[in-house]
Structure formats: C-alpha cells, structure tokens
C-alpha cells in the first residue's frame, strides 16, 4: 500500500509541515492523477486517496503504476522528484523539474567535467569516501561494543574501498531508496541526477552517491531488517535509518565540491 513515510526536510520553518516520502510500491494495478495542488490514487473498487504535493519531498513509484501526463507535469511544476524502481532494489531512472537558473555547485561540477581524465579523478576520490565510511561505520560499532576485529576491517577494506564490494544485509529494495534520497538531496543542492563530460563520458552523481548511501545501511543495520516483513515495515526501518544519516550525503557533498574546487583550480 502506498504511505508517506517519516522523515525531517532539510530546512522548514517552524510552522510548515514535514515533508515526507511518497512510497508506491503496491502489487495491484491502480492511475495517478492530478488535481490542483495534490495527487489523486484511483484504485478499482476503492476510495479516491488523496496526496497533497506540498507534503511530498521525493516519490518512489514502481510499475504498477500508471501516470496521467497531468500528474506527471504538476509533481514537475511543483518541484517534486518521482524515481521509478523495479522492485527488485534498482531505480530504472527519475523525473526531475527544469532547473531556471544554472547553480554555482552545478556550474563546478561542469567545468570538472571538461578535464579529460576526469573519470580517474573522481574514481579515487569514490575510493576515498568508501574508506571514510567504513572507518566511519566501524567506530560507531565499536562504540556500541560491536567493533570489528582487525582482520574482518581488513577484509572489508580489501573488498569495499577497492572494489566496491560490500555485504548486503538490507532488503534489495533499500538499494533503489537511496538512490531516491540521494535524487532528493540532489536537487534541493540544484544539481542534477546525471552529467555528461569531456568526450560523452557520463558522470552518473546520484549512483556514486547512493552506492554510498546503499553500503552504509548494509554496514550499520545488522541482521534485523532480514528479519522484517517486506513493505510498508522495511520501508519505515530505512526511513528511521535515512533520518539519521541523511547528514551524511551533505558530508560526501561538501567533500565532493571541495576535490571538484581543488582539481578545476591545479587544471588552470
């Protein structure tokens, strides 16, 4: 069933509402439509429900779904980012409003872009943040007495900051949800989900981001969520998570736009 989950926006003045994720993720057929200022659910043999746009930050939809062109335009004029998933923990792509005005943030990671061996640039850097969140993970479980033997840190550093590989103990679905909180946080920093660089090579800045995200939640959520129910309880164990960890995206962000600043000034 769809919810609005939990969560705490970045910045809201005291008397606005928190703005909360959209999870559409049902089983059955059912069409979203549009009226003014919210989102109409129409299932059949059932009540109207109605969603308010100005309480949404970021909607997660998977395919059973089907979209009016009306909907689609006012979660786009209302600044509201739909991430579509496969179910199976992947976002097949998003749908993001037009930027007006180009942003300071986006206009670095632009000209970063125009370097040629800028893949390798931001692979180490990648490198760099996989190393700052295990050694991040791994002091926050020895201060609760689950500190990792030496050998076992090793191991995981062999595997996660070199590879990329890490063990993965959430449901499969959290993998597409940070894509959607990093998607989210993307475009409140006025950056988009996806760049293209020097020769059409692609940076895709959601996936690097939410690769973090995804390896973090595996790192820190032990063996309770395998043993949840799939849905609307997974769901609210990384809403729960995300609250406390959403911090940690600005932290790879404001890093991300520091080695951005430093590689663009050593290029000219």
């Known amino acids: 069933m769809p919810t609005l989950a939990s969560r705490r926006p970045a910045a809201s003045p005291p008397d606005t509402p928190d703005r909360k994720p959209l999870y559409l993720v049902g089983t059955t057929r059912a069409r979203i439509d549009a009226g003014a200022d919210h989102l109409l659910l129409r299932r059949d043999a059932a009540a109207v429900q109605r969603f308010p746009l100005t309480r949404i930050c970021r909607i997660i939809c998977n395919q059973c779904f089907i979209w009016s062109g009306e909907a689609l335009a006012r979660c786009l004029s209302m600044g509201v980012p739909i991430i579509w998933v496969d179910g199976h923990g ?13 942003q300071p ?9 125009e370097l040629p061996d800028w893949p390798a640039r931001f692979t180490n850097w990648s490198a760099r943040r996989r190393l700052e969140t295990l050694t991040t993970c791994a002091q926050r479980a020895a201060l609760t007495g689950h500190g990792l033997a030496p050998a076992s840190f090793e191991t995981l550093k062999r595997e996660f900051v070199y590879n990329g590989i890490h063990p993965c103990a959430f449901d499969a679905a959290g993998e597409a949800w ?6 989210d946080r993307l475009q409140r920093e006025g950056l988009h989900s996806c760049y293209w660089g020097f020769d059409a090579s692609r940076l895709d800045l959601a996936g690097a981001l939410s690769a973090l995200l995804w390896a973090e939640l595996n790192l820190d959520c032990g063996t309770l969520p395998a043993s949840a129910e799939h849905g609307i309880v997974v769901a609210r164990l990384f809403e729960a998570w995300a609250r406390q960890r959403e911090s940690r995206l600005l932290l790879h962000l404001g890093d991300l736009k520091r080695h951005l600043a430093r590689e663009v000034e050593s290029w000219h």
């Open 90 to 102: 992947h976002a097949l792509g998003c749908t993001q409003p037009r930027d007006t005005a180009a």
């Open 105 to 113: 943030f986006s206009t670095l990671v632009e000209t970063y872009l």
């Open 178 to 183: 940070c894509h959607a909180l990093a998607v």
